[in-house]
Nanobody, 122 residues
């Protein structure tokens, strides 16, 4: 299983970025995937998840600003980030459960991408 993130970069406060995660070698039809970020000196924070049936959940800190969606044909999980704030900066990782389960039953991700950096300047 391989998860490859792309789309990070540097923007000013209020700007937008789109992160993509392309998944290969993943065979579960029932799954939970999502995005987690980590800023320097801070704990890893779950940002958004999406189920195989399209159900989504967001951290309170990004609700109304971030949108997660998937394209099952291209096997891509995308995170649209709008109205970015300096506190959104960090390394963003894409993750997937390592067994067949929905997000409500998941206790964490077993597969991870290498991460993509997001910088937000004032």
């Amino acid at each position: 299983v391989q998860l490859v993130e792309s789309g990070g970069g540097s923007v000013q406060t209020g700007g937008s970025l789109r992160l993509s995660c392309t998944v290969s070698g993943y065979t579960f039809s029932t799954y939970c995937m999502g995005w987690v970020r980590q800023a320097p000196g801070k704990d890893r924070e779950g940002i958004a998840t999406i189920d195989s049936d399209g159900s989504t959940e967001y951290a309170d800190s990004v609700k109304g600003r971030f949108t997660i969606f998937q394209d099952k044909y291209t096997k891509t999980i995308t995170l649209d980030m709008n109205s970015l704030k300096p506190e959104d900066a960090g390394m963003y990782y894409c993750g997937a459960t390592s067994s067949a389960m929905r997000c409500e039953n998941a206790w964490g991700f077993g597969y991870w991408g290498q991460g993509t950096q997001v910088n937000v300047s004032l």
